[in-house]
Every structure is written in C-alpha cells, then in structure tokens.
C-alpha cells in the first residue's frame, strides 16, 4: 500500500514476555520515527531513524526498549520483559527528509499493545 | 523547555458553527507549528502547518490556523463545522534547531447535528 503499515495492530502479551511491532514506512521516506500514545495523551517520542541508523534514541524509556532499521526501510520495535505500564498504542510514522525537514510526518494506524 | 498546552480536553459546536481549537506554545526559537487530526481506530493525518510567512495557513478538509507570536498560540478553526469534524485535534510544535515535535494532549471536536 501507498501508506505507512503497522503490524500487528493489536497484540495481548503477559508480563514479562518479549514483543515485536514492526513498521513499514512508505517507500523512499529516509526518516522513520517511533512514538508512544497513552489513553488521553498527546505521542511521545521514542527514537528517530534517519537510515538505518538511529539518529537520537533519547526518548526510549530504560533499557527494555531496543528498535532496529537494518536496510534503512522496515524498522521494529522490540520490548523485552514487558511490563503492564508498556501497554500503550505505539505509532510509527515517515518522512520525506533528514530530521531538519520542515514536512509533515505520515503515520500508521498504530500497534495497541496490552500487557496482562 | 519547549511545551504545547491545549487547554480545552472537549469542544462542542453545533453543526454549521465556526469551530476553534485552541493550541499555545512555547519555545526557545523559531516555531515550526503543526495540526495533526485523529479519527477513531485511525493513524494520525497531517493538517497543515505554519513554518514561516503568512500568518493565517490553510490545509485540509477545510482548516486553518493563524499563527499569533506575540500571543505564542496557533488556533484552529474552521468557518462552517460539519459533524464528519469530530475526531481528535493534536497541536504539536518544535523549533528551527531540533527535529523532534513535542505534542499537546489533544483536545476532542464533538460536532452535533
């Protein structure tokens, strides 16, 4: 499709379990970004990819949280040991340009995660 | 430190009625301004944005915005609401220097027929 794909878009895991949300940006986005929406809550930044590397991962919250773009298209996101406050709709989006791109972003529809 | 504060959680307009949504901000340097539009079970869609220029900006469906600096707000509006409007409004803003938005917590268009 023509648009940002998310799989899966829903995924139930039990504490402690490992997770994989995996992005597909729209083909040529050089810049791919992965956010964090709460109930009630605006995005939160996770990690920026310009390529495959990620160009500022500050926003990921300890250690748990690790994302990979290694040919610089599809990126996932991986949690280890979830734990019930990971549970959250996590969003990626796309862009046409580096990180001072004054574009917009493109978004998918997201992967809500529910931690048991 | 940047920040974007929506400080209405809900808005109510009757169908046909001028809406508004209200967005302030604050940053250290040039504002890059942005409206993002959330329907339910839907990703994000961009709006429109104010980068530089024309105080008031138009974008889809519709909307515009008009930049304020002295006010530092950027509130959405649209002259005739249409029920299909209601959805979920986010402001999100970030300055010249660094590429990372910082969101408001959105704020819910309820538009009644």
């Known amino acids: 499709g023509a648009g940002v794909s998310q799989t899966p878009s829903n995924k139930v895991t039990e504490k402690g379990k490992y997770v994989e949300l995996r992005c597909d940006p729209i083909s040529g986005h050089t810049a791919l970004y992965w956010y964090r929406q709460s109930l009630g809550q605006g995005p939160e930044f996770l990690i920026y990819f310009q390529g495959t590397g990620a160009a500022d991962d500050s926003g990921l919250p300890n250690d748990r949280f690790f994302a990979v773009r290694p040919e610089g298209s599809v990126s996932t996101l991986k949690i280890q040991r979830t734990e019930r406050g990971d549970s959250a709709v996590y969003l990626c989006?796309?862009?046409?340009?580096?990180?001072?791109?004054?574009?917009?972003?493109?978004f998918g529809e997201g992967s809500r995660l529910t931690v048991l | 430190a940047q920040s974007v504060a929506q400080p209405e959680d809900q808005v109510n307009v009757a169908e046909g009625n001028p809406l508004t949504v209200k967005c302030t901000y604050s940053?250290?340097?040039?504002?890059?301004l942005f409206w993002y539009v959330q329907y339910p079970n839907r990703g994000l869609q961009f709006l429109l944005k104010y980068i530089t220029g024309d105080n008031l900006v138009k974008g889809s469906y519709g909307f515009e915005a008009e930049f304020n600096k002295s006010q530092t707000s950027f509130h959405l509006k649209k002259p005739s609401a249409l029920v299909s409007d209601s959805a979920l409004y986010f402001c999100a803003v970030r300055d010249g220097s660094n590429y990372q938005l910082i969101w408001g917590a959105g704020t819910k268009l309820i538009i009644k027929p």
């Open positions: 940053v250290s340097g040039n504002p890059y």
């Open positions: 989006a796309s862009s046409l340009a580096s990180g001072s791109n004054t574009g917009e972003l493109f």
